[in-house]
């Protein structure tokens, strides 16, 4: 008879066999606590690359994180900008969206394909299949960021009415309407069921979906939140934001099934905006189909890391090194969790640099690897022991707290400058600062008013601190005090110890602060020259004449002070001049071409523009004595 014993001796033996076998495969220096929790994380990084060069950079550094758990690349990045969309007129909103990804501009339903030109949908589908097959070789999985439910030509619902959804466009941003499709109508659920389908069964390595919605060219029915104001077909106002967010993840959802896979369907919180008001929110969290997520939960946690790129822009490599080691202490080792790591700029017109990417996701995997108790401060002083070797680490760790602190400033008392919408959509950066812009020719405005972010030309003219048909303004003294801050940390980089590891990236983060100041004393410059502008605009917008004959000692005082902050203005663009011609336009986002420079994209002629500017300041200089009254000693 059979001993029972060795039979039960057995079965624990093959048991133990076959999960040792079901464990990742060990290589490497890793701990074995961190291996046997490896695919409990799942890393989603966000880049809009249309270089497969880059991309492969991006890919290697990110392999990092394979040791840690599933590790995915966004492989939804147009070819080219949607030039097919771009009104002819001034509409300026439209180049929000320009940029967009979605479904239909890759694999288009066949309602939908004939209204979108087939080779900017090849050249689309073709870079993102090459890059779903470096991912695939290299043992990574892709994501898709798209923006959904986005619009559609005029002529689709000229043929399909009945599918005509909200309009979702900016009425202060647009001189041209925009509509989405209704995704409460069954042929709309198809047409992205089927769309999913194809994708996923073209590139079954796409793994993850998420988009943004509501905002910059996407939108649902009847939101709270839609630009114009709710609105959307009779048909479908009695349904709520959640039933509606439910029809539409649960079609994408059956074109994952349709195409025998499984996908995760994540609809946008903090990668790019999804604007619902909080009563949508809590009814969209509530209906949400399976494998489908949106708000975080304890049963299922999001995490949110990236730097600084979009506050900074267009200026890259500027990390906040605090602010980020400090949000690693979201990542729980133990737990199962979503990473979503960020290196697009809004409205995908650049990223972070090559080197900050591979700087964030190297700190990332040592984090990773860690046994240590999590502590910021105590990671700052050994990155910067690291970067900057022993003898300047002290030196390093001290600026980088100053940077934090500076940055911190920043957030508290000039939160409402954002490059992008400052320097690059209102060209603060590169248009001249002048007593009358309506004195310039039609020549001098060619090369920066076109690209204004504005419905209105004349308003684009004259009135600077027209933020995208807002008000803005800031105040002069603090922005001052903010460039002070930021000149002692550039000072401190500056005397770094050419013997430190990462003297090169130091050195170019250096390079690329006095740049993010030059920009942030535009921005005071500009706001406080409209203010003078605006207190004698009866005069400025007056007849020219000449003064009286009377002695004056100041003469008028707005004079002054108006020729105060444009000397400021024109010193402070010849030495940007300077530091972009000595190696500083590598720190600058700029556009391939001139035919790619837009609104929210700088040209990459930026130093012949900066030239051009200074220009234009002096050949104008005197024109503010036509109007105010000059000093007469």
């Given at each position: 008879?059979?001993?029972?014993?060795?039979?039960?001796?057995?079965?624990?033996?093959?048991?133990?066999?076959i999960?040792?076998?079901?464990?990742?495969?060990?290589?490497?220096?890793?701990p074995?606590?961190?291996?046997?929790?490896?695919?409990?994380?799942?890393?989603?990084?966000?880049?809009?690359?249309?270089?497969?060069?880059?991309?492969?950079?991006?890919?290697?550094?990110?392999?990092?994180?394979?040791?840690?758990?599933?590790?995915?690349?966004?492989?939804?990045?147009l070819?080219?900008?949607?030039?097919?969309?771009?009104?002819?007129?001034?509409?300026?909103?439209?180049?929000?969206?320009?940029?967009?990804?979605?479904?239909y501009?890759?694999?288009?339903?066949?309602?939908?394909?004939?209204?979108?030109?087939?080779?900017?949908?090849a050249k689309?589908?073709?870079?993102?299949?090459?890059?779903?097959k470096?991912?695939k070789?290299?043992?990574?999985?892709?994501?898709?960021?798209?923006?959904?439910?986005?619009?559609?030509?005029?002529?689709f619902?000229?043929t399909?009415?009945?599918l005509?959804?909200?309009?979702?466009d900016?009425p202060?941003?647009?001189?041209?309407?925009?509509?989405?499709?209704?995704?409460?109508?069954?042929?709309t659920?198809?047409?992205?069921?089927?769309?999913?389908?194809?994708?996923l069964?073209a590139a079954?390595?796409?793994?993850?979906?998420y988009?943004?919605?509501?905002?910059?060219?996407?939108?649902f029915?009847?939101?709270?939140w839609?630009?114009?104001?709710?609105n959307?077909?009779?048909?479908?106002?009695?349904?709520?934001?959640?039933?509606?967010?439910?029809?539409?993840?649960?079609?994408?959802?059956?074109?994952?099934?349709?195409?025998?896979t499984?996908l995760?369907?994540?609809?946008?919180?903090h990668?790019?905006?999804?604007?619902f008001?909080?009563?949508?929110?809590?009814?969209?969290?509530n209906?949400?189909p399976?494998?489908?997520?949106y708000?975080?939960?304890?049963?299922?946690?999001?995490?949110?890391?990236?730097?600084?790129?979009?506050?900074?822009?267009p200026?890259?490599?500027?990390?906040?090194m605090?602010s980020l080691?400090?949000?690693?202490?979201?990542i729980?080792?133990?737990?199962?969790q979503?990473?979503?790591?960020?290196?697009?700029?809004?409205y995908?017109?650049a990223?972070?640099?090559?080197?900050?990417?591979?700087?964030l996701?190297?700190?990332?995997?040592k984090?990773?690897?860690?046994?240590?108790?999590?502590?910021?401060?105590?990671?700052?002083?050994?990155?910067?022991?690291?970067?900057?070797?022993?003898?300047?680490?002290d030196?390093?760790?001290?600026?980088?707290i100053a940077?934090?602190?500076?940055?911190?400033f920043?957030?508290?008392?000039?939160?409402?400058?954002?490059?992008?919408?400052?320097?690059?959509?209102?060209?603060m950066?590169?248009?001249?600062?002048?007593?009358?812009?309506?004195?310039?020719?039609?020549?001098e405005?060619?090369?920066?008013?076109p690209?204004?972010?504005?419905?209105?030309?004349?308003?684009?003219?004259?009135?600077?601190?027209?933020?995208?048909?807002?008000?803005?303004?800031t105040?002069?003294?603090?922005?001052?005090?903010?460039?002070?801050?930021?000149?002692?940390v550039c000072?401190?980089?500056e005397?770094m110890?050419?013997?430190?590891p990462?003297?090169?990236f130091?050195q170019?983060?250096?390079?690329?602060?006095?740049?993010?100041?030059?920009?942030?004393?535009?921005?005071?410059?500009?706001?406080?020259?409209?203010?003078?502008?605006?207190?004698?605009?009866?005069?400025?917008?007056?007849?020219?004449?000449?003064?009286d004959?009377?002695?004056t000692?100041?003469?008028?005082?707005?004079?002054?002070?108006?020729?105060?902050?444009?000397?400021?203005?024109?010193?402070?663009t010849q030495?940007?001049?300077?530091?972009?011609?000595?190696?500083?336009?590598?720190?600058l986002?700029?556009?391939?071409?001139?035919?790619h420079?837009?609104?929210?994209?700088?040209?990459?002629?930026?130093?012949?523009?900066?030239?051009k500017?200074?220009?234009?300041?002096?050949?104008h200089?005197?024109?503010i004595?036509?109007?105010?009254?000059t000093?007469?000693?």
């Amino acid at each position: 008879m059979a001993n029972p014993f060795k039979k039960l001796s057995l079965l624990i033996f093959l048991t133990f066999l076959i999960l040792i076998k079901s464990l990742p495969a060990k290589s490497g220096n890793y701990p074995d606590t961190l291996r046997i929790n490896a695919q409990q994380k799942t890393f989603v990084i966000n880049a809009c690359i249309r270089d497969l060069d880059e991309f492969k950079k991006l890919v290697s550094y990110a392999a990092q994180l394979k040791p840690y758990g599933k590790v995915q690349i966004n492989v939804g990045t147009l070819a080219d900008n949607s030039f097919y969309e771009l009104p002819k007129q001034r509409s300026p909103w439209f180049q929000y969206a320009c940029n967009n990804a979605t479904p239909y501009k890759f694999f288009p339903d066949s309602k939908i394909a004939p209204f979108i030109p087939a080779d900017f949908v090849a050249k689309n589908k073709a870079l993102l299949l090459a890059k779903a097959k470096i991912l695939k070789e290299n043992g990574m999985e892709a994501a898709f960021f798209g923006s959904d439910p986005d619009f559609l030509p005029e002529a689709f619902f000229a043929t399909y009415p009945e599918l005509l959804g909200p309009r979702i466009d900016h009425p202060r941003r647009s001189n041209n309407k925009a509509f989405s499709v209704c995704v409460s109508m069954k042929e709309t659920q198809d047409m992205y069921t089927n769309m999913m389908a194809e994708m996923l069964t073209a590139a079954p390595e796409i793994k993850t979906f998420y988009f943004k919605t509501n905002d910059a060219g996407s939108g649902f029915c009847w939101s709270d939140w839609l630009y114009s104001g709710s609105n959307g077909p009779m048909h479908c106002k009695n349904e709520t934001a959640g039933e509606r967010v439910q029809k539409f993840m649960s079609a994408l959802q059956a074109g994952a099934a349709k195409a025998g896979t499984t996908l995760d369907v994540y609809l946008a919180e903090h990668m790019g905006t999804s604007n619902f008001s909080d009563p949508e929110k809590s009814d969209i969290q509530n209906h949400l189909p399976k494998n489908c997520y949106y708000l975080n939960s304890p049963q299922h946690e999001m995490v949110y890391l990236g730097t600084d790129i979009s506050a900074m822009y267009p200026v890259n490599s500027l990390p906040d090194m605090l602010s980020l080691l400090t949000s690693l202490k979201s990542i729980n080792k133990q737990k199962e969790q979503t990473v979503f790591i960020n290196f697009r700029v809004y409205y995908d017109r650049a990223n972070e640099s090559a080197d900050t990417e591979k700087a964030l996701l190297t700190i990332l995997a040592k984090y990773m690897a860690s046994n240590d108790a999590f502590d910021a401060n105590t990671m700052l002083h050994q990155l910067s022991e690291e970067w900057a070797g022993k003898k300047n680490a002290d030196n390093l760790y001290n600026t980088f707290i100053a940077l934090h602190e500076a940055f911190h400033f920043k957030n508290q008392s000039l939160g409402n400058i954002y490059g992008i919408n400052w320097n690059v959509a209102a060209r603060m950066m590169n248009r001249p600062l002048v007593a009358a812009p309506q004195r310039l020719s039609k020549e001098e405005e060619a090369y920066f008013l076109p690209h204004v972010f504005n419905v209105s030309e004349e308003e684009a003219r004259m009135d600077y601190m027209d933020i995208q048909g807002g008000r803005r303004t800031t105040s002069h003294d603090t922005v001052q005090m903010y460039v002070e801050e930021i000149n002692l940390v550039c000072k401190s980089l500056e005397e770094m110890d050419a013997s430190a590891p990462q003297h090169a990236f130091i050195q170019k983060m250096c390079t690329g602060l006095k740049i993010h100041a030059s920009l942030m004393r535009s921005c005071g410059n500009f706001s406080e020259a409209q203010s003078i502008r605006e207190s004698v605009a009866e005069k400025l917008n007056g007849v020219i004449h000449r003064p009286d004959k009377e002695p004056t000692w100041m003469g008028d005082t707005a004079l002054q002070q108006f020729n105060e902050v444009m000397r400021d203005e024109l010193d402070n663009t010849q030495e940007l001049i300077n530091i972009l011609e000595h190696g500083g336009i590598s720190s600058l986002c700029l556009a391939k071409d001139a035919a790619h420079e837009d609104c929210f994209l700088l040209g990459p002629n930026i130093i012949e523009q900066l030239k051009k500017k200074r220009k234009i300041m002096l050949d104008h200089w005197l024109d503010i004595q036509d109007y105010l009254t000059t000093p007469f000693r």
